[in-house]
């Protein structure tokens, strides 16, 4: 299984930007997908999940300002950011759950820089 995620790079506030998470070796069909964030100093944490079933949860700190979607014809994962702020950045991770056996797999993670 590989995850390869992209899109991060540097952008003001109040910008938007596309991260995208390309997944192999693993039926998405069977996953559950999320994003998470680790700022420096921070802990990671959840920003995006997608379910098996489609249902979606957010962080509060990103609701109405995020997107998470499945494209599963690509095999892609992608996390839409907009109205972006300088808490948001972080080097952001994907990370696919095989739901029958549980087990975690996690893609590169990719820096977001959002300058105020």
């Known amino acids: 299984v590989q995850l390869q995620a992209s899109g991060g790079g540097l952008v003001q506030a109040g910008g938007s930007l596309r991260l995208s998470c390309v997944i192999s070796?693993?039926?998405?069909?069977?996953?559950?997908v999320g994003w998470f964030r680790q700022a420096p100093g921070k802990q990671r944490e959840l920003v995006a999940h997608?379910?098996?079933?489609?249902?979606?949860n957010y962080a509060d700190t990103v609701k109405g300002r995020f997107t998470i979607s499945r494209d599963y014809a690509k095999k892609t994962v992608h996390l839409q950011m907009n109205n972006l702020e300088p808490e948001d950045t972080a080097v952001y991770y994907c990370?696919?759950?095989?739901?029958?056996?549980?087990?975690?797999?996690w893609g590169q993670g990719t820096l977001v820089t959002v300058s105020s």
């Open positions: 997608v379910g098996r079933g489609g249902d979606t």
């Open positions: 070796g693993i039926n998405l069909s069977t996953c559950a």
């Open positions: 990370k696919v759950r095989r739901l029958v056996s549980r087990i975690d797999y």
